[in-house]
């Protein structure tokens, strides 16, 4: 029996004027859609009207966010490394919702300088248990990623390697996705 597409939400974490999350992203979305049993949700928090300042009554934006992060059943994080950490645009978007993120998987490709953006990583690793999510081991990270794709525009290519590393994080994000929502459904 085929079970339904697994709902990955892909939330693109950096919301700078001029960010390269976009073409990072794009090569994600281009390689996670060639596999069937992936269902993708792209929320770039760039193009959403989150509030910074945390809100005592959520107004709509917040609400459909929400509702996109609880329809989810994995997620994976596209994130730069700035300063050593992750954006802050991603810290709010992540504190929004509460019981959402339980019990899901969350994996992560990043980006940046010399780090290729896993000090962003290993930081956002102590903050999803908090939620009761778990991260997933395997990343895809881009060091010095401005001079490992073509132009802006064009089709995104990185150097080899990238798409075995990604199609390891995806065969395990998609194990924890389907066996985390099968629990939570027997759970109810």
Request: hydrophobic share 40%.
């Amino acid at each position: 029996m085929s079970e339904n597409p697994l709902r990955v939400a892909v939330i693109v974490g950096s919301t700078r004027e001029g960010r390269f999350g976009e073409v990072v992203a794009r090569w994600f979305v281009s390689r996670a859609a060639r596999r069937r049993e992936l269902e993708l949700d792209v929320v770039d928090l760039a193009a959403l009207d989150l509030p910074f300042v945390y809100p005592a009554e959520p107004d709509e934006s917040v609400r459909r966010f929400v509702e996109r992060i609880d329809r989810a059943d994995a997620f994976v994080v596209v994130t730069p490394e700035y300063n050593h950490g992750y954006p802050a645009s991603l810290k709010q978007a992540i504190d929004l919702p509460r019981h959402e993120w339980r019990r899901k998987p969350v994996a992560f490709v990043s980006y940046g300088g010399l780090g290729g953006g896993l000090r962003a990583v290993e930081q956002l690793r102590q903050v999803f248990p908090e939620l009761h999510a778990m991260t997933i081991r395997d990343v895809v990270s881009f060091h010095g990623a401005w001079g490992r794709f073509g132009e802006p525009e064009a089709d995104v290519e990185p150097t080899e390697g990238c798409d075995t590393a990604l199609d390891v994080m995806l065969d395990d994000l998609a194990w924890w996705g389907r066996a985390l929502r099968r629990a939570r459904k027997e759970q109810g």
